[in-house]
């Protein structure tokens, strides 16, 4: 069964720090890119990262620059997010998809940065 679990999420204080988590399984998790997006509440769903199937290239969307950093573990078959300087917008559901042949969208972790 092909299947994308996101972990990792919670409630942090703004200048705090999370890692998240996506464990893959049914499909050859290393053929594929892979990205994080996020969803804020009354917003459309957008990229934050992007990376290759062995990790050897990545890309940020502007907001998260210099702040995150996505990661990957073919041996376990597991995507990371490291976040560090969380702001509150910020905030949002994230969800791990494979860039292209895009699975049905996970139930993701909730992220949320306040005070």
């Known amino acids: 069964q092909v299947q994308l679990v996101e972990s990792g999420g919670g409630l942090v204080q703004p200048g705090g720090s999370l890692r998240l988590s996506c464990a893959a399984s049914?499909?050859?998790?290393?053929?594929?890119?892979m990205t994080w997006y996020r969803q804020a509440p009354g917003k459309e769903r957008e990229l934050v990262a992007r990376?290759?199937?062995?990790?050897?290239?990545?890309n940020y969307a502007d907001f998260v620059k210099g702040r995150f950093t996505i990661s990957r573990d073919n041996a376990k078959n597991t995507l990371y997010l490291q976040m560090n300087s969380l702001k509150p917008e910020d905030t949002a559901v994230y969800y791990c998809?494979?860039?292209?042949?895009?699975?049905?969208w996970g139930q993701g972790t909730q992220v949320t940065v306040s005070s």
């Open positions: 998809n494979r860039l292209n042949s895009v699975l049905p």
């Open positions: 049914g499909f050859t998790f290393s053929s594929y890119y």
């Open positions: 990376i290759s199937g062995y990790g050897t290239s990545t």
